[in-house]
């Protein structure tokens, strides 16, 4: 089956600082999400993101399907993006694999 | 729009035990996949339902089962519980075409003592 592989596995930064997480896939997908979980543990869509680029507010995305990877911006980081970050893809088999996440600590 | 609901939100049980878990989809999607969230395998596919059809299926022990009833709603079963099944059990629904994406509920977490 597909694999999916996230890196860094952990990211420390300082409050104001911006970083990238990258999703790396095995296979062609039709299918793409970033998700963040919170200290809780709800899933919160971040990205539907297949392919090309998308922002929202201080966080952005972009999937080049091609090359198979997708890159997660997050700029001004702020406490509150603490986390894990999963990517998640479907390779038309009606199911998410999902990546082994980042987690990101946000200091102040 | 309600977000997708999950019931209950916490549940102890004891190994040997079973255990049905439930969820509600977002109003008017017909799709709602399973997963099972544990530290040392992470979020792992149990199986998806659309239109009460069982449309696919993870690589899980048949002691895992679920449903789904005609207005969508879902429920999950687990038989003879183990202590590995302790995990945070995630439900997940979409509209049911392709592609498509998916809107997480808060979750069950199991634990099994």
Redesign the interface.
């Known amino acids: 089956g597909i694999q999916v592989e996230q890196s860094p596995p952990d990211l420390i930064l300082q409050e104001g600082a911006n970083s990238t997480l990258r999703c790396n896939f095995s296979d062609s997908v039709?299918?793409l999400?970033w998700?963040h979980q919170n200290p809780?543990?709800?899933?919160i869509?971040l990205f539907?993101i297949?392919s090309g680029t998308k922002q929202n507010g201080r966080l952005s995305a972009t999937t080049v399907a091609t090359e198979r990877y997708s890159l997660l911006y997050i700029s001004s980081s702020q406490t509150t993006d603490s986390g894990v970050y999963?990517c998640?893809v479907?390779n038309?088999?009606?199911?998410?694999?999902?990546g082994?996440?980042t987690r990101l600590s946000v200091l102040p | 729009k309600a977000g997708v609901t999950q019931t209950p939100r916490y549940l102890i049980k004891t190994r040997g035990q079973q255990v049905t878990l439930s969820c509600s989809p977002i109003s008017g999607h017909r799709s709602v996949s399973w997963y099972q969230q544990t530290p040392g395998q992470g979020l792992q596919f149990l199986f998806e339902y659309f239109s009460e059809t069982q449309r696919n299926k993870g690589n899980f022990p048949g002691r895992f089962s679920g449903r789904q009833f005609s207005n969508s709603r879902s429920e999950m079963n687990v038989s003879t519980l183990e202590l590995g099944d302790s995990a945070l059990y995630l439900c997940a629904s979409s509209p049911g075409g392709v592609p498509y994406e998916q809107y997480f509920g808060p979750g069950t977490r199991l634990t099994v003592t």
């Open positions: 039709n299918n999400q998700f809780w543990g709800q899933l869509n539907y297949p999963f998640a479907d038309y088999g009606q199911n998410f694999v999902f082994p996440g």
